[in-house]
Each structure stands twice: as structure tokens, then as C-alpha cells.
């Protein structure tokens, strides 16, 4: 591992730490993550920023920046949690660190800045805690070789071994952590601060809620410092470099799965590892070449059980039978234990619907990110979650009021969003596939490309035969990058005309058209102008339709110097995310069902008002079973074939139907009579409940609204006591009691919202102020905006001026093409860049309103859409002038550069000179 650290990351890891650096790690922390002995958790610190916030930051550049000592603030609290049910002896508990925050904000700050670094220095065999590998890439390479050793035949055989490090962070030698931090090649300054904060800690433990007498350890890592994972897996390299030196040398020989493919000796996860090598933990699988002999003689050697395949890595099964189905078991029984457990619970449907998202419909997610879970399968969990649902078990079946696909729609159209499963796995499968295109170097990019379509890219990989499961999952699911992702071009060398989706058109992506014939042109570079970023409008109009003509024209082309890249559809900055596959599926099967008359614009304001309501979320499910008629009313039930009266149990003279419980039975009428709204029900006119509700959503405020759901509930409840407990309250107290407990509900739950509001920002990448702001001396600001004319031009306007006001200049600048907004507006930063750069300005601070533009910028995102050029020209010319900003404005501040941008319509590509356009002489004066 020596010299990993170059002289570009020295100098990086060398810079002094800045306030900005301290509030972003003060930010980063959870809320209420449990507090260590100083008792204040990272909320305190998030609400009284603005008070302790320069105090705390100073202190923290004094530890970070002038040597300052730690220790005062290195008191730590371990909490054992049990690993076991029921736990004998200290290995089965695992001590979790419970450091003061002032302290993590240190190490936060420490991480922050070492994380960057890691993706360059860490070996790939290593997949924890750094930026772009998952965990996900270790279970995939392993699937891979274990489907490889089970059908491989070679007379060398190769030799599996499956190990676990036990207590692995209390394990860290300090010395040892020193020696390789300063062997990598990190800052001596910021080693020495590392261990500072490493070898200064006193730990007490918590027995029974009290800490015991503090003591002093001699070695090992916290588990909840921050900055632990990344000095563990630092420290881990060194037995990746080893391995790999043992390789070079021709020591150990690693598994090769296919012909190119990279030759695996281990895969690394934490203290999780997966040593393979020739056949010359806890567990050890060999591949059929190797002879028994030689079985017995390393058998001999390593006290490890033989297996014939592991059954598990990182919790993932490793072998894959012909029954999916008995494979895939396991999280049935895992999800069956947890919903069995909580029936024993009275639960609301609210609280049943928070349990489903949260626990039952979470936990295949790991497993599907990896694997196609069989339709059965999937089927069986559904079916399983709905009973829990409407609240049936094996002794006491329940009715199922809607049907279950129904409840899995979006709320927006009428249901209750639970995931679809099928759709869901599908999404996350969809990712790993999205995650193979953009990382084409990763690891398990390179053997998946080398084994399976090392001629042709992913999206153009077929099905062949002795395929692994986990290929065959994620080929299945390409389909769903296929329909909602298209090429973004830059050079136009990597899209083909007539095969890819590169025309864009309100929000789809298509291909241009079929192949005239006698046309030689293929790809979209030979659509473009040789020396210009411009389309050659003559080619586009011979070859195509004048619809798919204007398609083309109005595709901007901002540099053709970077390649095309493959851009979702479904996210602002064209990056795939599970979320947004997941919707993506469920909108295009939604599409393909004409039926679906919940989805009607009318239908949607209704549930949109309904879950938007600050009301208890009891209040919001019943409504939902009203509107949706799935309440066991008697003369529900009694159309249900269940046997009952169906008549009122108040009145006894009519039918029990939800319209009669709410509005209708004189007990109901006297109920909404007595109630201070003074509401008129219409009842001559709207003879269904549905209806009712939606002329009382359009026609009465949210307060109204809130309070009327909160009588309905009551009466609900009042219905109940009545029918089960023969209680019969009188209508006057059914408002009473309604309109108290929405007020302590309301009440509790603004002190909530005020609680966990946090200051706002202390670095200067916003400004609130609504009129224009000069600069600093001896620097220069440009405001810039953009403005879309009737005709579908974009028009932007520029204007830079000094320190003192005055005028430097103004420009405006006119494009063709593109109706998105954003893309407008970062047509005009690329213009003001390019004007400042003409002029030779080197501490120009930008100023405009897009918000998402500043982001991305600021933030170093990676931006997919064709606006992502911009960004990165953005980024770089900030780093090229380090004295130069962008920032963004209230629209108000920038006001003279959007009314030059509409003046752009009169006098496009102009520019004046130490004055402005005479359409804002008024606002510069």
C-alpha cells in the first residue's frame, strides 16, 4: 500500500479544514441518533445552530487545523446491544460507541474529507463504505464464481474460503493504523490528528442505564464514530495488497470465469471476506476438478467445514437449484414471523399500513436488488401482507373490502401505495443494469462484460445458455432502461440513428423514424455540422419527416467533444434511481389498463386534498375505506352474504349504508346541526357520500375540511360503542370531542415541526435578499437569466457590474431548440461564461434564480441530461478562478437580467458597453 496517496490528494488532504467543512458534518447527522455522555443529541446542535454555531466551529478547526487536543471531548458510553436472543456471555453482544457530538463532529468532518480519496486508493476487491461500490457488487462477482465452480470441470481445480473476522474493529493495532496511514501516504498533520482522536477516547459501559468507571484502551476502533469505517477498511488494504503482491509473484492463483474476464483471489466486505484460489472462516467449498486427496490434505491444513456450496454471502443465498421457488422461502418465513408477531397487537389500519411499508414490504428488498424473486413467490407475499391488512389469520378470515391491486396503486389515484413487488424487484434489478452502463470499469462490470457480452454493449446482450440466475435476473429487467431512458448527444459518435432512442418530444424518447432506403448515414454524428455545434438542417430535412425534423433541430448541441450518454428520463439529472423505475412501470402497466377510472383528474384532487389533510392518520384511512365503500357497514355486510339485521341501529327504519351512518339518520343530521360549521349537506341533491365529500372539497377551505373528517370519525366511533357495546352517546358531544382531539393532535404536532426545524445555511451559495446586492471590491458580478419566447426560441440576458453598481456591460444571446426550462437556463450560464472568459475575467461572481442549476453545480453532481455539459464547464471554470462563485438569487434580485432577457426579442446577440438596454435604465439607477 505504500505511496498510494499522490501528490494531488496530498495537497487536497493538506488544506486547512473550513467552516463550511464543519457545518456540512453538523448537518450530516442524524437527529436523534442516541447522544453520548454530554446527553445532547445532534438535533440540539441542528435547532440552536445560529447560538453555538461559531463557538462549536471554532473549537473544531482548533482540533482539526492547530493541533488542539481532543481529549475533553473523548468520553464514550459503549452500549451493548445483544446479537442473540438470549445472550451468556460478551461475544454475543455488540458494543456500539456512543460518542458527544461535538466530538463526531470532528471525525465527520475527517471522514468527509478522507471518503473522497478512497474510491482512487482502495482496492476494488473491497466494497464497504466507499462512493460507488455497493455491497450488492460482492454478491453479484460471488454469484458469478460460485456458478462457475459448480460447473467447471477442469482438471486444476479452485478452492473456496469463506472467513469472518471476529470483534474485527476492536482488533485495530493503533500502531498498526499509524504505520499504514503514514505507509499510504497521508498528510503527517492530518495522521497525527486522526490518531489524536483514535488513542485519546475513554470508554464507560452502560450496565443497566448507569456507565461504570471510565477506562483507557489500548487498541481498536468505535463502532459509531464516523470515521471508523474508512480506517478499518485502510487497514484491510494491506491484506488486499498482499494477496495481490502473492498474486503478481505467482504465488496464489485466483479464479478466471471467462476468457478476459479479471482473475478473482478475494472479494472483501468490511470483515467479511472470500478468498478463492488453485486447489494445490468458518467454511471452505472446492470446485469439482479437485481430487478427494487433495480435499483431505487442505481439509488438514485449515480447520474449516467442508461444504459443498455456502449458503449464504453477506446474506445472500449462493447456490441456485431448479426450484427458485424452495430457494427464495426463506423470506416468506422471515416476513411470516414478523406479521404473526404483530396480529397478537390491536393495530388501526394506519398502523398497519406504516408496519407493511416499513418492515414487511422492506425486507425482500435486499434480496431483490440481486435476484428475480419467482412470480409465486411473490404472489404468496402479497397475499400474506393482505391478510394482515383487513386483519384475517389462519382462525378468522376477514373480508377483503378492495382487491389488493387496487391498494398497491399510487395514493394521487385512489390507493394506498403499497409496493407491487413484481414491479418493485423489477426497479431494483433495473438499477444494478443502469449501474453496469455508467461504471463500466468496476469490478463486476469488467467479469459480467467478459462472460456474458464482451462484443456488445449491456442493452444489446442476449440470452445464452449456462447463464448464472443473477444474470438472467438482471438481462430480464433491461427492458426497463430499454423504454424509459434515451441518449443524450454530445459528439453523436455513439448513437445510431435508426436503432437508439435520441429524439426527445414532452417527456418521450423514441427513435427517429424507419431507414429510408438508399440511405448510407448510421450514426448521429453524420447528422451534424464538421466544425460547429449545429445540426446540418440540410441532411435532416432531405432524410426526414418535417415532424421528426423539427424534433432533430430542436435537440440542442453544446459540445461535441463529449460522447453521448445514456440518460433516464424518469429523474431531473438523468440518472437512474429505483424510485423513479418503480413509478416508471407502474405508470406504463397502469397505461396498458383502459379500465382504470380512479385515475380521472377529479378523482385525483380528492385523494390529493384527503392525504394533504394535518389530521391523525386514522382519521385519513377511514375515509379512504368510506370513499372506496369498505367499511362493514350492516348493509355492506348483509350484501356480503353475511347474516344480519341490515337495518340502522338507531333509527331502525332504514337500510345501514355508509351515506345513512354519516349524513342521513336524523341522529347523524342532528350531529352536524349541533356542530359550530353551520354546514348545508345537500342532502336533496347529493345522494351519494362520494359525491358529498367532493362538493364539501371544493367548496370549503383545509380547516373546514380537517375538522369535518374529525366528526366523521367520531360518529364512526360512536356507530361502534353503539352496535358492540350498547353505549349510545348523545350528538352533542360527538363535535365536542371531535374538534379536541384534532386541536391536541394539531397542537403536538406543531411543537413537533418547530422542534425539528434547523437553521439555514452559513455558506454563501444562496442569498435571500430580493433587491440586487453589489459585489465585493475588485470583483465583478454577472446576473443572468433566461426567457422562452411563443415561437420557441430561448433568449438570455447578461448583465455584469462592479463593485460601486456601475455598468460593465450587458449581452444578450438567442437559442433554438429546446422547450425545457432548465436547459434554458443553463444555455444562458454557458453564455455568460463564455463572455466572461472573452473578456479575461477572473473573479466574476455568477448570479442567477435556477436553483437546481446552482445545486448541481456546488454540489460536483453528476448530470446526465444535456444540461450536464454546462454544469461541468460551470465546475471547472470555478476551479480554474478560484475567486469566482456562483450563487443563487431570489427572481426579484434578478430582475434586470430577466427583463433583458425578454428585450433579447428585439435586439438578439447584441451586446453595450459600460451601459445597459434602455428597457432597465429604472431598475439600475
Known amino acids: 500500500v505504500e505511496g498510494k496517496i499522490n501528490n494531488a490528494m496530498h495537497q487536497e488532504l493538506s488544506k486547512n479544514f473550513t467552516k463550511e467543512e464543519v457545518f456540512q458534518a453538523m448537518k450530516d447527522m442524524k437527529s436523534l441518533a442516541a447522544p453520548g455522555p454530554d446527553g445532547l443529541p ?5 435547532n440552536y445552530w445560529e447560538i453555538i454555531g461559531e463557538e462549536v466551529t471554532n473549537m473544531v478547526l482548533d482540533v482539526l487545523n492547530n493541533n488542539g487536543d481532543p481529549s475533553h471531548l473523548n468520553s464514550t458510553y459503549i452500549c451493548l446491544i445483544p446479537k442473540v436472543k438470549n445472550p451468556s456471555s460478551p461475544s454475543e453482544y455488540r458494543p456500539i460507541s456512543l460518542c458527544n457530538v461535538t466530538l463526531k463532529i470532528i471525525t465527520k468532518t475527517l471522514a468527509n474529507r478522507i471518503k473522497n480519496i478512497l474510491p482512487d486508493i482502495i482496492s476494488p476487491n473491497q466494497s464497504a463504505f466507499i462512493k460507488g461500490r455497493l455491497i450488492t457488487d460482492n454478491t453479484l462477482i460471488a454469484s458469478e464464481i460460485f456458478h462457475y465452480l459448480s460447473h467447471t470441470k477442469r482438471k486444476n481445480g479452485f478452492v473456496g474460503l469463506k472467513t469472518d473476522m471476529a470483534k474485527a474493529y476492536d482488533r485495530v493495532e493503533w500502531d498498526f493504523l499509524e504505520a499504514t496511514l503514514t505507509s499510504m501516504g497521508f498528510p503527517s498533520t492530518l495522521v497525527h490528528t486522526i490518531m489524536k482522536c483514535v488513542k485519546t477516547v475513554k470508554f464507560s459501559i452502560l450496565i443497566n442505564g448507569y456507565p461504570s468507571k471510565e477506562f483507557y484502551p489500548q487498541r481498536g476502533l468505535r463502532q459509531g464514530d464516523p470515521l471508523s469505517p474508512y480506517l478499518f477498511i485502510i487497514c484491510a488494504d494491506v491484506l488486499s495488497g498482499l494477496i495481490s503482491k502473492a498474486q503478481q509473484e505467482k504465488l496464489i492463483h485466483g479464479v478466471t470465469i471467462s476468457h478476459g474476464a479479471p482473475e478473482i483471489t478475494h472479494l472483501l466486505f468490511a470483515d467479511d471476506s472470500l478468498l478463492f484460489c488453485r486447489a494445490t472462516s468458518g467454511e471452505m467449498m472446492f470446485s469439482k476438478g479437485v481430487s478427494e486427496d487433495t480435499k483431505k490434505e487442505i481439509s488438514s ?20 437449484g431448479r426450484s ?33 411499508k416499513a418492515v414487511a414490504q422492506a425486507i425482500p428488498t435486499y434480496l431483490m436488488s440481486s435476484f428475480l424473486i419467482p412470480k409465486g413467490v411473490c404472489e404468496q407475499l402479497e397475499q400474506m401482507i393482505c391478510n394482515f391488512w383487513w386483519g384475517s389469520t389462519t382462525d378468522n378470515r376477514k373480508i377483503h373490502w378492495i382487491r389488493w391491486s387496487k391498494v398497491c396503486t399510487q395514493k394521487k389515484i385512489g390507493g394506498m401505495g403499497f409496493r407491487d413487488l413484481r414491479a418493485f424487484n423489477e426497479a431494483l434489478l433495473a438499477k444494478q443494469g443502469w449501474r453496469l452502463i455508467t461504471n463500466p470499469n468496476s469490478l463486476v462490470a469488467q467479469l459480467l462484460k467478459a462472460k456474458y457480452h464482451p462484443q456488445e454493449v449491456f442493452l444489446k446482450a442476449k440470452h445464452k445458455q449456462q447463464m448464472s440466475y443473477t444474470w ?11 423504454r424509459g431512458s434515451y441518449w443524450t448527444i454530445g459528439s453523436g459518435q455513439e448513437t445510431n440513428i435508426w436503432e437508439d432512442n435520441w429524439i426527445q418530444q414532452k417527456g418521450n424518447s423514441t427513435r427517429s423514424s424507419p431507414k429510408p432506403d438508399n440511405c448510407n448515414l448510421l450514426m448521429v454524428k453524420e447528422l451534424m455540422e464538421n466544425n460547429y455545434n449545429e445540426w446540418n438542417e440540410t441532411i435532416i430535412n432531405q432524410v426526414f419527416t418535417p415532424y421528426v425534423a423539427q424534433m432533430i433541430l430542436q435537440i440542442p448541441i453544446i459540445d461535441k467533444t463529449q460522447p453521448d450518454t445514456l440518460t433516464w428520463d424518469g429523474t431531473k439529472d438523468g440518472i437512474y434511481s429505483v424510485k423513479s423505475g418503480y413509478h416508471a412501470i407502474i405508470d406504463w402497466n397502469s397505461n396498458s389498463n383502459t379500465n382504470n377510472a380512479a385515475s380521472s383528474n377529479s378523482s385525483m384532487e380528492i385523494w390529493k386534498t384527503l392525504w394533504k389533510l394535518k389530521v391523525p392518520p386514522k382519521y385519513s384511512h377511514l375515509l379512504w375505506r368510506i370513499l372506496n365503500n369498505a367499511i362493514p357497514v350492516k348493509g355492506n355486510l348483509f350484501k356480503k352474504g353475511v347474516k344480519c339485521d341490515p337495518l340502522c341501529p338507531r333509527c331502525l327504519n332504514h337500510m345501514e349504508s355508509i351515506q345513512h351512518v354519516f349524513l342521513e339518520c336524523e341522529w347523524a343530521k342532528k350531529v352536524w346541526f349541533a356542530s359550530p360549521l353551520t354546514l348545508n349537506l345537500n342532502l336533496n341533491q347529493l345522494t351519494e357520500f ?3 365529500f367532493t362538493f364539501m372539497t371544493n367548496n370549503t377551505d383545509k380547516d373546514c375540511m380537517e375538522k369535518i373528517l374529525a366528526i366523521i370519525y367520531e360518529i364512526w366511533n360512536a356507530r361502534n360503542l353503539l352496535v358492540f357495546q350498547e353505549k349510545n352517546l348523545p350528538p352533542q358531544e360527538i363535535s365536542f370531542n371531535a374538534f379536541k382531539k384534532l386541536h391536541e393532535y394539531q397542537s403536538h404536532g406543531e411543537i413537533q415541526t418547530q422542534n425539528s426545524q434547523t437553521s439555514p445555511p452559513l455558506n454563501n451559495s444562496y442569498s435571500n435578499n430580493i433587491s440586487w446586492s453589489p459585489p465585493l471590491r475588485d470583483t465583478l458580478k454577472i446576473n443572468v437569466d433566461a426567457h422562452l419566447s411563443s415561437d420557441g426560441h430561448w433568449f438570455a ?26 436547459m434554458g437556463e443553463a444555455m444562458g450560464l454557458n453564455d455568460a461564461i463564455d463572455w466572461i472568459e472573452r473578456m479575461e475575467e477572473h473573479q466574476v461572481v455568477f448570479e442567477m434564480d435556477s436553483q437546481i442549476i446552482v445545486n448541481a453545480v456546488r454540489d460536483k453532481k453528476e448530470i446526465r441530461k444535456n444540461w450536464g455539459s454546462i454544469v461541468r464547464r460551470c465546475i471547472k471554470f470555478l476551479k480554474d478562478n478560484p475567486n469566482s462563485d456562483l450563487v443563487w438569487v431570489n427572481r426579484k434580485a434578478n430582475r434586470v437580467a430577466h427583463e433583458i432577457a425578454k428585450w433579447a426579442e428585439h435586439e438578439p446577440n447584441s451586446e453595450w458597453n459600460n451601459c445597459v438596454p434602455m428597457c432597465v435604465w429604472p431598475l439600475i439607477q
Open 42 to 46: 445532534a438535533l440540539f446542535y441542528h
Open 301 to 320: 491444513i485449515l480447520p474449516m467445514n467442508v461444504v459443498n456450496h455456502f449458503s449464504k454471502y453477506l446474506g445472500m443465498p449462493t447456490a441456485m
Open 797 to 822: 440576458g447578461m448583465v455584469l457590474r462592479r463593485s460601486d453598481g456601475s455598468a460593465v456591460g450587458a449581452a444578450t444571446r438567442v437559442h433554438k431548440g429546446s422547450t425545457d426550462a432548465v
Open 472 to 482: 438472467k435476473s438482471i438481462l430480464q429487467s433491461s427492458w426497463v432502461i430499454k
Open 690 to 692: 362520494y359525491d358529498w
Open 324 to 356: 427458485k421457488k424452495q430457494i427464495f422461502n426463506f423470506i416468506r418465513e422471515k416476513i411470516w414471523k414478523k406479521l404473526k408477531g404483530w396480529k397478537e397487537k390491536h393495530l388501526s389500519f394506519a398502523g398497519r399500513g406504516t408496519l407493511i
